[in-house]
């Protein structure tokens, strides 16, 4: 009846399979607003199951309002429960398996074949069975305590930076670190200084949180200080002096001496994300700003890249003024990161084993930047011009006299192609139209090879 159909082998109950097939049949319309049901003796025997499965089902459809049910009368269904189906859609979920690319150029994309799952799992057991039963209940905003003191140790060690874990606080991953300092530091309101071209990701975090977005220009070296212009409702200052996103540009001293004579002049704060610089193949990593002046910068650093994004583990540093404040919007917002892997982090990085992993998959991209930039000269010779290659997981790549628009990226995906033009994360538009993003971090050798040959041709007919 209805087309329902029991399946005996599922783990499902059988009378909450008959809850389902009815509402949902109410919700698309099959069964009408004030359609007498049979009664439960009949569908028991139409279905091939107890009369009290069928009871079972038609009290939850009561219970939820689905059905009426009065003595004396028949059941019936309510009205007012049809929705209209959007055409193609069904009420259903549709599993379908994400989308591959033959040449896939996304960035910002470690290669998670390399990662050691199983000592992370062992990590993960170890510290589910040493972890104290009050770290089980609610510990507060500012994270597991071991793990700040050994973010704090990492950061000495691999930027000589120099940080209490007093004013280290652990978020959900850098897109949540700025939610929340945004929302520290601007409210729902306020204009906060952003580069352009820039992560789309954490302007559409600015713009929902009511932002004024003030762009800045971008060169080969990073925010261009000299465009800096006081706004009367500025509030911050955002920026990636150690790899800029999406050029790759590293900001010189002379550049960061004067955007924080700017923001101290102008009474802002500094957000830095340090985007991408444990990855950096020329020398070693670039200090933070915050050294510069830790009472006027918000660093924000994550494990995302340098482990995998679905950790959700990142962190801030606090100047001490915005540590309340903090605490309140965290405990109000998703209270704290779960302890289990904090503490998991923290014995992977007790261990030096977090900077063994950085320095192999170091070595690992270097090796694919490389391969990458090698390809690239066989393929179009000194026809083109990178940028951004000396850290990271992705190069920028100038082609002087082409335009790569909407109508290149759709050529790009009907040929199995994932690629970004640079114009894709700007703000003002028209000024890296000849610029491409290609991101290696995740590709093998092979996949390099026959990536660039694809785009050779694309461009070539293009």
């Not at 049949?25 to 091939?48: M, Q």
């Not at 925010?223 to 050029?247: D, G, R, W």
């Amino acid at each position: 009846m209805w087309g329902i159909k029991i399946d005996r082998e599922s783990e499902l109950p059988l009378w909450r399979q008959i809850y389902q097939a009815v509402s949902e049949r109410i919700l698309s319309g099959e069964i009408k607003s004030n359609e007498v049901l049979p009664s439960t003796r009949e569908l028991a025997g139409i279905l091939a199951v107890s009369r009290n499965t069928v009871c079972q089902a038609y009290d939850m459809l009561i219970t939820e309002g689905y059905l009426i049910s009065r003595q004396g009368a028949p059941t019936h269904v309510a009205a007012g429960l049809s929705l209209e189906k959007t055409p193609g859609l069904s009420l259903r979920t549709d599993n379908k398996a994400a989308k591959t690319f033959d040449a896939d150029f996304r960035t910002g994309k470690p290669d998670l074949r390399l990662f050691p799952r199983f000592l992370w799992q062992q990590l993960n057991n170890k510290a589910l069975e040493e972890l104290q039963l009050d770290q089980f209940g609610y510990t507060g905003p500012q994270g597991y305590p071991r793990l700040l003191g050994e973010i704090a140790a990492w950061l000495y060690r691999s930027r000589g930076l120099k940080v209490d874990p007093v004013n280290i606080f652990i978020t959900a991953g850098a897109t949540h670190a700025l939610h929340l300092a945004t929302g520290l530091l601007c409210g729902n309101k306020g204009g906060i200084y952003i580069e352009d071209p820039c992560h789309t990701g954490m302007l559409e975090t600015f713009l929902q949180k009511g932002c004024q977005v003030i762009p800045v220009p971008v060169d080969e070296q990073g925010i261009q200080t000299e465009h800096l212009e006081k706004k009367n409702n500025a509030c911050a200052i955002y920026v990636t002096p150690s790899h800029q996103f999406p050029m790759g540009g590293i900001l010189p001293a002379t550049r960061r001496a004067k955007l924080m004579r700017f923001a101290k002049d102008n009474d802002l704060f500094v957000i830095e994300d340090d985007y991408d610089s444990e990855f950096r193949y020329s020398g070693e990593p670039i200090a933070p700003l915050y050294n510069m002046d830790p009472q006027r910068v918000i660093y924000v650093g994550t494990f995302s890249k340098i482990l995998f994004p679905a950790l959700r583990i990142g962190y801030v540093i606090l100047p001490g003024q915005f540590h309340k404040s903090w605490k309140s919007l965290r405990t109000h917002a998703d209270v704290q990161n779960p302890p289990f892997q904090q503490a998991a982090l923290a014995e992977f990085m007790a261990a030096r084993k977090l900077d063994r992993h950085v320095r192999k998959m170091r070595r690992v991209y270097s090796e694919r930047r490389k391969l990458m930039l090698s390809e690239l000269e066989n393929a179009w010779g000194d026809s083109f011009r990178v940028m951004g290659d000396e850290a990271g997981l992705h190069l920028a790549i100038e082609f002087p006299g082409l335009r790569f628009d909407d109508t290149f990226r759709k050529r790009c995906l009907e040929n199995s192609i994932n690629i970004t033009p640079v114009e894709n994360h700007c703000i003002q538009k028209g000024r890296h139209l000849n610029k491409l993003l290609l991101g290696y971090g995740h590709l093998s050798h092979e996949e390099i090879k026959k990536g660039v040959g694809k785009l050779k041709k694309v461009i070539q007919d293009y």
